[in-house]
C-alpha cells in the first residue's frame, strides 16, 4: 500500500486508536506563568512595543476553526453506519472531549440530513424519570434519532441516573439508527457507574492534533478569509515561524478540492513551539486555537496600518504578527490552598459539560452562598467563565483544571 504523502487533518478514529500527544522532552519549566529562564532572555526586538491583539484583529489572523472541515470528517466517518442494513449497526457513539467540537458538529449534520434530534431533558425531568421525554425519543420514526449532549442526561445524583438507565434498556433493543453523541467526562462517570462502554459498539472520536498538524492547521486558519496577508516572526529573533507555509500551502492545495477534508503532511520538522502547544493542549484543536490567539501580539504600528472593519486591500501588502515563546505565554493559574470545596466545583461543572449555581448546590453538600464565594474566586482567576446562568471551564483554562483534578484524585477523562 502506497504510503499517503498528504493526510486527512480532521479524522474521526475509534476510542480504542485515540493518542494523546506527549511533551517535548525538553519541556520549558513554569514558575507563576512564566520559566526562570524566559525571564534571563531578553527579547532580540525588546526596543519594540508589543501589545496583545484586539478582537477585531484576532478575528482575521486567527478565525475560528472551520466547522465544515468536522462536518466533512464526520460525515465520512459516518458512512458505513448510514449504509448499514436495518438492525446492523443501528447505534454509532461519539465521545468528546472539551474543544473537540464534536457536539456541535453532530446537530449541524443532523440538520443537514433532516434526522430527528432530541435535546436534552431538564433537570426536573430527569430526577421525575423523565417518562414523558423518553416517550419521545423511543416513539417509532424512519429516519435517524440524534441526541447530540448524552451527558446532559443524567446527574450525579442518587436518582439521577434512572433515565438514562432505561434509556441504555430501549438502545439495547431498538432497530432504528441512532447517532449519540457524548461528553468525555460524562462518558468516563457512565462507565464507572452504568458500564455504558459494554452496552454501545466502541465510539468514534475526532483524532488529536500533534505538533505536525497544528503546524499546517494555523496557517490554514489565517490564509482562509486573508490568504497571504499575513506573517508570523517569532518575538525572540524575528524569524519565521512558518517558514515552509507557503510551499506546503501551495502543495496541499494540489491535494485538496473544495468540500474535502484539509490534508497535512507528516514528513515536515516539527519545532518545539507546536510540539508543546499540541502537547498542552492535549491535542484538542480548541484548546490549541485558544492558546495560539493567546500567543499573538502586535506592534502599535500594525494596529494602526491595519483596516478595523473593511477588507484587506487587494495589494501584495502583508502584516507582522509576533508570536511569543512557549515560554512567555501567560496562562490561567489554579490558586494555592485550595481544599475539597473547591475542587468539588470544578469536578461538578466538567462532569455535567457545565452547570449553573443553583445546580451545583444541589448536587454538592455546599450551601448556595458557599458555591457562590467559590465560583466568583475562580471566575477572577480566569479559571472559570458564565453564558446563560451556566458556569463553564473556559478552553485556555482547561489543561490547567484538568491537572489540578487528577492531580487531587478526582474521577477525570481519559484525554
Known amino acids: 500500500m502506497q504510503k499517503q504523502l498528504y493526510k486527512p487533518l480532521w479524522e474521526y478514529v475509534p476510542i480504542t486508536q485515540f493518542r494523546r500527544p506527549t511533551a517535548a522532552l525538553h519541556q520549558t519549566m513554569r514558575n507563576s506563568g512564566q520559566s526562570w529562564l524566559s525571564r534571563l532572555q531578553p527579547r532580540l526586538f525588546g526596543q519594540r512595543n508589543f501589545f496583545s491583539m484586539p478582537p477585531y484583529l484576532l478575528n482575521r489572523v486567527a478565525p475560528p476553526p472551520d466547522s465544515d472541515q468536522i462536518i466533512t470528517a464526520l460525515t465520512a466517518a459516518l458512512h458505513s453506519w448510514q449504509l448499514a442494513k436495518e438492525g446492523e449497526q443501528a447505534i454509532q457513539m461519539l465521545v468528546g472531549p472539551p474543544g473537540s467540537g464534536v457536539a456541535e458538529a453532530t446537530v449541524a449534520l443532523a440538520r443537514q440530513n433532516e434526522w430527528q434530534v432530541m435535546g436534552a431533558p431538564t ?114 529573533d524575528g524569524k519565521l515561524i512558518f517558514p515552509l507555509a507557503e510551499m506546503y500551502d501551495k502543495a496541499v492545495a494540489h491535494f485538496r ?107 454538592t453538600p455546599l450551601s448556595h452562598n458557599e458555591v457562590r464565594r467559590i465560583l466568583q474566586m475562580f471566575w477572577h482567576a480566569n479559571l472559570l467563565e458564565k453564558a446563560d446562568e451556566l458556569w463553564q471551564v473556559p478552553l485556555l483554562a482547561y489543561p490547567t483544571v484538568r491537572s489540578f483534578l487528577a492531580n487531587e484524585g478526582y474521577l477525570v477523562d481519559d484525554f
Open 257 to 363: 478540492t473544495p468540500g474535502e477534508v484539509e490534508r497535512y503532511g507528516d514528513w515536515v520538522s516539527v519545532p518545539h513551539f507546536f510540539r508543546q502547544l499540541a502537547a498542552h493542549s492535549r491535542g484538542l484543536p480548541g484548546v490549541i486555537w485558544q492558546l495560539w490567539r493567546q500567543s499573538l501580539e502586535v506592534t502599535a504600528e500594525s494596529k494602526r496600518n491595519m483596516p478595523r472593519q473593511e477588507p484587506l486591500s487587494g495589494d501584495d501588502k502583508r502584516y507582522t504578527v509576533w508570536v511569543q515563546p512557549w515560554s512567555r505565554l501567560q496562562l490561567p493559574l489554579v490558586p494555592n490552598g485550595l481544599g475539597t470545596n473547591e475542587s468539588l466545583v470544578l469536578h461538578t461543572i466538567l462532569l455535567h459539560g457545565g452547570a449553573s449555581a443553583t445546580l451545583i448546590a444541589d448536587l
Open 123 to 236: 433537570v426536573r425531568q430527569i430526577l421525575g424519570g423523565g417518562d414523558a421525554w423518553l416517550d419521545q425519543v423511543t416513539r417509532p420514526a424512519l429516519s435517524p434519532l440524534v441526541i447530540p449532549q448524552l451527558g446532559k442526561c443524567f446527574l450525579r445524583h442518587q436518582e439521577g441516573l434512572e433515565l438514562l438507565s432505561r434509556l441504555l434498556d430501549w438502545l439495547q433493543t431498538t432497530r432504528r439508527r441512532c447517532l449519540i453523541a457524548c461528553d468525555s467526562w460524562a462518558w468516563t462517570y457512565l462507565k464507572k457507574t452504568l458500564q455504558i462502554d459494554v452496552m454501545v459498539p466502541t465510539p468514534l472520536v475526532l483524532a488529536p492534533f500533534d505538533g505536525a498538524k497544528v503546524q499546517f492547521w494555523l496557517p490554514f486558519m489565517a490564509n482562509r478569509i486573508h490568504n497571504g496577508r499575513f506573517t508570523f516572526r517569532q518575538i525572540e
